[in-house]
């Protein structure tokens, strides 16, 4: 009879107090140590629990792809993205024309849209059209953020890290 009643009572108990979500606790850093905690945390919904999932920050040959996601109840929420090309036109953002992105000042060409931003930079030009250079594509991400524009506004000044960083990590001019 006891066990009963406290399955009873607990219900109610849960009903009775007003609990306000929130972001899981982060890390004070995240991505490569790019990102402070305080700069992410308002471009992610509430939920239960943070995790995240990070390549080590090699770009030696073309096609090389490190990515840093961050999963809030294991769904994708923000992602950093970088991507090593041989080659300036391999580089292409045309599948993000449907959000109307803006070109912004970042990196050697920038755009940002309503949840995503993305830059390249040029650590080695190719000499000629047939010969290979070193361009690295960087790109954010952020998944089912509370407010779109808080997210548009605060993607140029994060994606301006990510490129300082590469840029030093890659020791790009």
């Keep these: 009879m006891t066990s009963t009643l406290m ?6 108990v849960g009903c009775s107090r007003a609990e306000t979500k ?32 990070v390549d080590p920050f090699v770009l030696d040959e073309s096609l090389d792809e490190p990515i840093c996601s961050l999963y809030i109840d294991g769904n994708t929420k923000f992602q950093a993205f970088a991507r090593y090309q041989n080659f ?6 045309s599948s993000y ?8 000042n970042v990196g ?15 650590c080695e030009p190719s000499k000629s059209p047939s010969t290979p250079g070193k361009y690295i594509d960087l790109r954010l991400y ?6 779109d524009q808080t997210a548009r506004k605060a993607l140029p000044a994060m994606l ?3 490129v300082a960083f590469a840029q030093r990590e890659l020791k790009c001019p």
């Design 22 to 53: 929130s972001v899981p606790e982060l890390p004070e850093r995240i991505c490569w140590d790019i990102f402070a905690r305080k700069d992410v945390a308002p471009l992610l919904p509430t939920g239960e629990e943070a995790t995240i999932d």
């Design 97 to 104: 024309d449907p959000a109307n992105p803006e070109p912004i």
């Design 142 to 147: 952020t998944f089912g953020s509370p407010d």
């Design 7 to 12: 399955l009873l009572i607990t219900p109610l």
């Design 108 to 122: 050697k060409e920038a755009i940002v849209w309503h949840n995503g931003a993305a830059s390249y930079i040029s």
């Design 88 to 93: 300036e036109d391999g580089i292409d953002w």
């Design 160 to 162: 301006k890290q990510f």
